[in-house]
């Protein structure tokens, strides 16, 4: 006998689900903005934010996009998910405009994502583990429906910020190390190889090729590689700092030193080297992401230059089926 599949969760009466256009990315972005006022208190989102996640490699935004409207057709709800280790690590993520009947919305928008993360399960080698996960901000109602329905907290991630004075503090030398602007094209390789290899033992962390991991950050019409900057130990890459322009708060992508150069000075005149670029831009406010149980002292670090803990996000995780973790660290 054929078991049958569950059957979804239903929209309220009033409310429709579709997929998005690429013209909903501005409806999507106001939306998200929404919800980033009430959660932490200023909007972060804007179109072009929408359409860079949109063209993610094996994003399609037929499969693996939806959004909510309601009678007068405006977007009240959207939902997304992505294989960022294809077809075994799932990222997803629902966002519902508030003062709208927040339950059922994530229900539908939830069940679709499971649904969908679910077909990528028999394309996945035999032995691996199959996940999806969600962030929320902790101590929210989203943090909390994670929780009720399956899924489990498993790491807490910081976001840090400082606003600069007037004169940025100054770069210090390290003997030895040189720290330049890095030249597209001709040190893509060098970049890569060192976030790849300062983030092997981080929690998540799963190799990425080259041309993916570069077409993913230089996607954003905000990119400006000009601002990233590689240290160097005469011709050997030890470092590299990926700032990000964003005209409502500059964010610092990726920090990272290889270990056998750690405990030198490296991260932190990187980062100080950022801030002096930014400011030089008119910036004051930077920001950041970290792990909060990062093993490298990234958050010592962060704290040393005068950065703080202004948010905290939680990532919760449910095994689709079990295996061999494929991402590395704790």
Not at 38 to 53: F, N
Not at 213 to 227: C, D, F, Q, Y
Not at 278 to 306: C, F, M, P, Q
Request: proline share 8%; hydrophobic share 40%.
């Amino acid at each position: 006998m054929v078991q049958k599949k569950p059957r979804l969760p239903e929209l309220p009466r009033g409310y429709h689900l579709r997929r998005p256009s690429l013209e909903d990315a501005e409806a999507v972005a106001a939306l998200m903005c929404a919800c980033d006022i009430e959660e932490l208190g200023e909007a972060e989102t804007d179109a072009d934010d929408v359409r860079d996640d949109w063209s993610q490699p094996r994003f399609d935004r037929e499969r693996d996009t939806w959004i909510v409207v309601g009678e007068d057709r405006t977007v009240r709800a959207y939902g997304w998910v992505w294989d960022k280790v294809p077809d075994r690590e799932m990222i997803g993520d629902i966002y519902v405009l508030p003062g709208e009947p927040h339950e059922p919305l994530f229900d539908v928008l939830r069940s679709r994502i499971e649904e969908r993360a679910e077909e990528h399960v028999p394309a996945a080698p035999a032995d691996d583990e199959v996940t999806l996960g969600f962030f929320g901000l902790v101590g929210s109602k989203y943090s909390a429906y994670l929780v009720e329905n399956g899924y489990d907290l498993t790491r807490t991630y910081f976001r840090m910020v400082i606003t600069l004075g007037d004169d940025p503090p100054a770069v210090p030398s390290i003997k030895g190390i040189a720290l330049r602007p890095f030249r597209p094209s001709e040190e893509d390789e060098a970049i890569h190889r060192v976030i790849q290899e300062s983030f092997s033992e981080h929690y998540l962390f799963a190799p990425e090729p080259l041309e993916e991991w570069i077409a993913r950050r230089t996607a954003h019409p905000v990119v400006e590689t000009g601002l990233w900057t590689l240290a160097w130990e005469k011709e050997e890459p030890v470092g590299a700092i990926l700032p990000y322009p964003y005209e409502s708060m500059p964010w610092i992508r990726e920090l990272g030193v290889r270990k056998e150069w750690r405990a030198r000075g490296v991260g932190r005149a990187l980062l100080l080297q950022a801030f002096a670029d930014l400011h030089a831009r008119g910036h004051r406010t930077i920001a950041l992401g970290v792990d909060a149980e990062n093993a490298t002292g990234a958050t010592r670090l962060y704290e040393s230059v005068g950065m703080k803990v202004v948010h905290r996000h939680g990532f919760h995780r449910r095994v689709l089926r079990p295996g061999k973790p494929v991402s590395a660290g704790g």
